[in-house]
Structure formats: C-alpha cells, structure tokens
Antibody, heavy 119, light 110 residues
C-alpha cells in the first residue's frame, strides 16, 4: 500500500534552515508529481510547492519562493524540502502528498512533520 | 486570507443534509476542477471528492460535490457523528500557477 513518511521537522531559530524528507513506498515514485502542503497550528491548509515526476519542473507558493527548494531523488524514492531563511510564520505541520498524474489533486498524504520556528 | 472562500463553520443533526460552499474566481474554480478533502481531528487530510463530483473508492455516496461557474459545493446527506471534521476545497489557480485552498469549514454534528 502507498506510504509517505515525513521526517526532519523540529525547532529552529528565525533565519535558520531545515531540510524535510518524505520517504515514499508502495508505488512507482518516479512516475508521480509530488507536493508539499503545510498547516499552521489551528489554521487551514496552504500549498507550498510541487515537483514534476522527473524533478525538472518545480512550482512554489509566493510565500516561500526564493527561500524554499523542493527536490527529489527517484533512486531513493525520497522527496525533499530545503527550507532557508525561516520565519515564525513558517511554523506548521508539513505534509507531503502524491499527485494523481495531470489531475491537480492528491490521493495520498503523509502523516506530517512539525516545524517550529522560534527563538 | 484564502483565495477560495468557505464558511468557517456549519452544523447539523444526525440524519440531516448539510452543504458547504466554496467560492472562487475565473482564474481558479471558473477554469479548473474542484477537489474536497476531509480532515478528521489530529489526522492528515483525506481525499473526499475529486474532479468536481467524483468519489474515490471507499467514500460513502452520502458525500457529493458539484460545481457551477466560479463556485462549488459539498453536500453531505444522512449526517453521522463520524462526519464531524474540517472540510477543505482546493483548485488550481492559473494566475498564481499553483494550488489554492479554501480556508476550511468545521462541521459540527449536534
């Protein structure tokens, strides 16, 4: 069965960096686009970034553009989110999610990893 | 401020029918399909409705979706206690070149 397991969350100071990982299994990872979506405590869902199956095309929300980088290693079935210049407003649970090809929706989500930006 | 607008909360009694609206614009709902996710307390979101009105396998037919112009709706009939959750609409926005979500609607079963 499809499994997405995020890791790498934690507490970081404002201006710091963190790299999240999402280990995928149960499907052909290299064939699917992947998203990062976040949820601040007590708030709604916010789309963060998307990467095509081949890792070439990437898209970002304006709120993270220039600070976050999405990438993937298809040989390791792993999705990444490199987060730099972190701000308090980046505090959230970060979910990775698998897109249904060419459809603009996701059918599987990970359990999420919490990132807290605080001094 | 979310790009898609949902009511913050709705409520109903067991067995009732409730609807959740999602309002957007020509650059998102007006041009693209709408999807709905259910988030039970303390869990990750789950796909509920895709491509405006399609249900993934395993989702009861009590849940239905519709879209008209720049708005969409989620309807839940035969309301059950386990339906108490947050519901989010989502679409693609051509102007932003990315996904957009509604702010979420908390459904309370009285």
């Amino acid at each position: 069965q499809v499994q997405l397991v995020e890791s790498g969350g934690g507490v970081v100071q404002p201006g710091g960096s963190l790299r999240l990982s999402c280990a995928a299994s149960g499907f052909t990872f290299s064939s699917y686009g992947m998203h990062w979506v976040r949820q601040a405590p007590g708030k709604g869902l916010e789309w963060v970034a998307f990467i095509h199956y081949d890792g070439i095309h990437k898209y970002y929300a304006d709120s993270v553009k220039g600070r976050f980088t999405i990438s993937r290693d298809n040989s390791k079935n792993t999705l990444y989110l490199q987060m730099n210049s972190l701000r308090a407003e980046d505090t959230a649970v970060y979910y990775c999610a698998k897109e249904v090809t060419g459809s603009y929706y996701v059918d599987y989500w990970g359990q999420g990893t919490l990132v807290t930006v605080s001094s | 401020q979310s790009v898609l607008t949902q009511p913050p909360s709705v409520s109903g009694t067991p067995g009732q029918r409730v609807t959740i609206s999602c309002s957007g614009s020509s650059s998102n709902i007006g041009s693209n399909t709408v999807n709905w996710y259910q988030q039970l307390p303390g869990t990750a979101p789950k796909l509920l409705i895709y491509t405006n009105n399609q249900r993934p396998s395993g989702v009861p037919d009590r849940f239905s979706g519709s879209k008209s112009g720049t708005s969409a709706s989620l309807a839940i009939t035969g309301l059950q206690a386990e339906d108490e959750a947050d519901y989010y609409c989502q679409s693609y926005d051509n102007s932003l070149s990315g996904w957009v979500f509604g702010g979420g609607t908390k459904l309370t079963v009285l």
